[in-house]
């Protein structure tokens, strides 16, 4: 027998895309359920070929689900998840509830998949942000190679990281615009359509937002504390995948070749970096896809062992859905956990 999958969140933009995902890449489920908020009770969502109707959580039982793929926010997670995983179902959680918990593993499994095995301490595995998941996918092979010692990135983030809310937001605001109609900012601060807007999550003392903090942290956390990191996070409008333009400073002499040499065989990557007009990546072709696409390699000589690079992807699966589902993959695939209904 599969395993028995429920997904919190499913109404959301994370959980729709993780149900697709578990239906593409054929996730061995025997049963899949979809779960949100008491307001989206019966409400229906797709699975595959399947409909679903949505379950409140407040009423369900988690007793007999082996993975619950929880995408519904962190105020929920921080209640939910020790409640769902005492149940004994395994929680892979996208929030930032957990992530910065010594107790639970932060996986990107092209980064350090080795980490998983010691989520039973809380039973819950934790998600990075999205702008985090794709840069540690395109900086673990360069470090490897070379050892990375700072890191400056400036994001480009898509209003779809806000939620569904957001990318409506941006939606009715483009089309006021041509209506000469009233603009009123909602889910951000100001004005978002024609508009970039540098603050994403609320601001730290010491002025840097909490955003750009967890860049700086996860990276410690997934590839490596050693590593030096500042980050500038900004909103754009741009409905689906983050891009991100990265300097690198490394230990040891890299050229731009090498690197794009290493990062065209590393696993999650996919080079496209010519010369020339639209010879890389923009975030609409990065849309719908797993890869975290690598452009505009080139060296920094302003600096020693520099380099700089273009990084995008789809936010919503490698920067959350696709990266939960691998997770769930890796679990399996190590032998990690039993469905429940096998075992009885
Ligand atoms: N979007 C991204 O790129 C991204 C990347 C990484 C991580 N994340 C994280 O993933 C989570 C979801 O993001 P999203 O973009 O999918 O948001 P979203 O589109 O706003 O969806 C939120 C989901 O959570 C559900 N929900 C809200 N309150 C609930 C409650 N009290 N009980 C049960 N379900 C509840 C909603 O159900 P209703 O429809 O019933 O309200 C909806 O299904 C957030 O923690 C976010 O930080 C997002």
């Known amino acids: 027998m599969g395993f028995k999958v429920a997904v919190v969140g499913a109404t959301g933009n994370v959980g729709r895309e993780m149900l697709n995902i578990l239906d593409e890449r054929e996730f061995p489920a025997d049963e899949v359920v979809a779960i949100a908020s008491r307001k989206s009770q019966g409400t229906e969502v797709s699975y595959g070929d399947a409909t679903l109707k949505v379950k409140a959580l407040e009423h369900y039982d988690f007793s007999d689900v082996d993975i619950c793929l929880m995408s519904a926010g962190g105020a929920v997670s921080k209640e939910w998840s020790p409640k769902i995983a005492a149940q004994g179902a395994i929680v892979i959680d996208n929030s930032s509830a957990w992530r910065y918990d010594a107790d639970v593993p932060l996986i990107v499994p092209e980064v350090n998949a080795d980490a998983v095995a010691s989520f039973r301490k ?21 470090h490897d ?3 990375i010692k700072r890191v400056v990135v400036a ?10 809310d957001a990318m409506e937001e ?13 603009i009123e900012p909602k889910k951000f601060t100001k004005r978002i359509a024609f ?11 010491d002025g840097y937002t909490k955003e750009e903090w967890k860049m700086v942290a996860e990276t ?4 490596d504390p050693k590593i030096k990191l500042t980050a500038t996070c900004v909103r754009v409008p741009v409905f689906v ?14 050229s731009a070749e090498e690197a794009r040499d290493i990062l065209r065989s590393a696993p999650g990557c996919l080079v496209i970096d010519k010369r020339e007009n639209g010879g890389y990546v923009t975030p609409y072709e990065a849309a719908g896809e797993d890869a975290t ?7 920094d000589a302003t600096v020693e062992n520099g380099l700089q690079m273009w990084v995008v992807s789809d936010n919503l699966r490698k920067g959350a859905a696709l990266n939960a589902v691998q997770i769930a993959e890796c679990l399996v695939n190590r032998k990690l956990i039993e469905a429940k209904r096998k075992a009885a």
Do not use: W
């Open 195 to 205: 508009n970039v807007i540098p603050h994403i999550d609320v601001f730290m003392e």
């Open 293 to 299: 696409y690598v452009s505009r390699i080139r060296e």
């Open 122 to 142: 809380k039973n819950i595995i934790a998600n990075p942000n999205c702008s985090t998941a794709q840069l540690v996918v395109a900086l673990k092979p360069l």
């Open 155 to 164: 994001t480009y983030q898509s209003v779809s990281g806000a939620g569904k």
């Open 241 to 254: 995948s983050h891009s991100e333009a990265v300097n690198v400073e490394f230990e040891e002499p890299i």
């Open 220 to 223: 410690k956390k997934i590839l």
């Open 170 to 182: 941006l939606f009715s605001q483009t089309k006021a615009v041509y209506q000469i109609d009233q």
């Open 145 to 147: 190679r070379a050892r």
